[in-house]
Nanobody, 115 residues
């Protein structure tokens, strides 16, 4: 089995930066994509960014130019650096890892953007 564990998040002022870390542990040999989504109360979960095993990346239009996702395949870790954060981006961020059987989610980390 694969477990997805996140760290980082917390409180940041508008315009500030934050890094979210995520590690996949367990049976990680066939993990393909890793990335981050977020979900505000009452809304659908939306993709923020993901990285394929080969290093290709994809970003939501709302974060392009402000977010950078990076990955270490050897350690099965993925990192999301977000800059110029906005108050409306206050929500829970979830890391995910995709293997051949399913998409696995972390427990979620709250990012709160306010003065």
């Amino acid at each position: 089995q694969v477990q997805v564990v996140e760290s980082g998040g917390g409180l940041v002022q508008p315009g500030g930066s934050l890094r979210l870390d995520c590690a996949a542990t367990g049976s990680t040999l066939d993990i393909y994509d890793m990335g981050w989504s977020r979900q505000a109360p009452g809304k659908q979960r939306e993709l923020v960014a993901y990285s394929t095993r080969s290093g290709s990346t994809n970003y939501a239009d709302s974060v392009k130019g402000r977010a950078t996702i990076s990955r270490d395949n050897a350690k099965n870790t993925v990192f999301l650096q977000m800059n110029s954060l906005k108050p409306e981006e206050t929500t829970v961020y979830y890391c995910f890892a995709v293997n051949r059987n399913s998409k696995l989610w972390g427990q979620g980390n709250l990012v709160a953007v306010y003065s």
